[in-house]
């Protein structure tokens, strides 16, 4: 006996794929649900993100793999979108994006148990990496340096997971 494909059935029917609405979108995109709306899956964005971070996932909807990079909110996937699927912040000057890390998404940042520094062995490659400085260490008895992320300052960039020996850093969308 046949699975049942939902998704041919609803791209059958003139619907869009039911997405996993868990998937990082690239920056300052609008509402999950929104977004599958209105993006027409053109890959414009993906073709031309300079840090190569955006792919096709599920659905063939935009998503971004911090394993390949780091986000510069450089916005040129907000600049070439026709559709609508972004938000952004209008500059004074026409023609200029305003771009706003801090309103770029809603991301969780953490750290796994698998860190090397939680487990005694010297590594600081994420706060290294990190420009806003969101990631600190702090120094415990014993000599093992605990890794802390300040996630006021944290933009969700991304630096501080492909960087990571140990893939020890996790980011996942909250919104």
């Not at 990190?130 to 008895?141: N, S």
Request: proline share 6%.
């Amino acid at each position: 006996m046949e699975n049942t494909n939902l998704n041919r059935r609803l791209f059958l029917r003139g619907k869009p794929p039911k997405v996993e609405s868990n998937a990082i979108r690239p920056p300052w995109s609008i509402e999950a649900s929104q977004f599958v709306e209105q993006c027409e899956r053109c890959d414009k964005c993906i073709d031309v993100c300079p840090e190569k971070i955006l792919f096709r996932g599920e659905g063939g909807y935009p998503e971004v793999d911090f394993k390949r990079g780091e986000c510069t909110f450089c916005a040129k996937c907000v600049e070439v979108c026709e559709a609508n699927a972004f938000h952004y912040f209008e500059s004074k000057k026409p023609h200029e994006i305003c771009s706003v890390a801090d309103e770029a998404w809603h991301l969780n940042v953490s750290i796994k148990p698998s860190c090397l520094s939680l487990n005694a062995i010297v590594c600081r490659s994420c706060g290294d990496n990190c420009d806003e400085q969101a990631i600190r260490f702090r120094l415990q008895v014993g000599g093992i340096s605990i890794p802390e992320i300040d996630h006021d300052n944290c933009t969700g960039c991304g630096a501080c997971l492909s960087v990571c020996p140990e893939q020890s850093v996790s980011i996942q969308n909250t919104a």
